[in-house]
T-cell receptor
Framework: GNSVTQMEGPVTLSEEAFLTINCTYT??????LFWYVQYPGEGLQLLLK?????DKGSNKGFEATYRKETTSFHLEKGSVQVSDSAVYFC???????????FGPGTRLSVLP | NAGVTQTPKFRILKIGQSMTLQCTQD?????MYWYRQDPGMGLKLIYY???????DKGEVPNGYNVSRSTTEDFPLRLELAAPSQTSVYFC??????????????FGEGSRLTVL
């Protein structure tokens, strides 16, 4: 079946540090890939997405590139802020939306 | 725009009680989902629906029931609440059609405690 693997957290960084959160997936066909963010006490919000190979999703300074050859969708940000502290979930959607699968989430803490 | 609305936001139940978590969306999405999120864990799919009148089990359906009588509403019923059902529950919706997938839109969550 489909699955998503994320790097284990928690990840603790200083403000303005570079962030990478690794995500790899297993899926049949051509899934769409997503990063969701969950701030404390809130629901999940879409951060960015990519629907085909080599697409780059970007939002709020975050980027991720859909790499089919390595089945990866790593999240990056050049300079994190304290306000980026949250849990980040990698997810995929296959079968045109019938099957969303989430990774376990990576908690990020950014210290001033 | 309301998006996905869940009620209640918080609830405490006694073991053996029953309750319904309400979920409604105003985006005319055909797909709706219920997930649970246990502390420090990811999301687990309880039930989902691909349209009015159609529901199907997800990964962890035991102890729950759903119905989808309209496009907008997708209530989750807990029968005979157990401590293992203490969790945060998220309703979500999406549109799928014409070989197009729109991302999941989530409600703010319902925190349920069973004592």
């Amino acid at each position: 079946g489909n699955s998503v693997t994320q790097m284990e957290g928690p990840v603790t960084l200083s403000e303005e540090a570079f962030l990478t959160i690794n995500c790899t997936y297993t899926a049949t066909g051509y899934p769409s890939l997503f990063w969701y963010v969950q701030y404390p006490g809130e629901g999940l919000q879409l951060l960015l997405k990519a629907t085909k190979a080599d697409d780059k999703g970007s939002n709020k300074g975050f980027e991720a590139t859909y790499r089919k050859e390595t089945t990866s969708f790593h999240l990056e940000k050049g300079s994190v802020q304290v306000s980026d502290s949250a849990v980040y979930f990698c997810a995929l959607s296959s079968d045109y939306g019938q099957n969303f699968v989430f990774g376990p989430g990576t908690r990020l803490s950014v210290l001033p | 725009n309301a998006g996905v609305t869940q009620t209640p936001k918080f609830r405490i139940l006694k073991i053996g009680q029953s309750m319904t978590l309400q979920c409604t969306q105003d985006m005319n999405h055909n797909y709706m989902y219920w997930y649970r999120q246990d502390p420090g864990m990811g999301l687990k799919l309880i039930y989902y629906s691909v349209g009015a009148g159609i529901t199907d089990k997800g990964e962890v359906p035991n102890g729950y029931n759903v119905s989808r009588s309209t496009t907008e509403d997708f209530p989750l019923r807990l029968e005979l609440a157990a401590p293992s059902q203490t969790s945060v529950y998220f309703c979500a919706s999406s549109y799928s059609g014409d070989r197009l997938v729109v991302e999941l839109f989530f409600g703010e969550g319902s925190r349920l405690t069973v004592l």
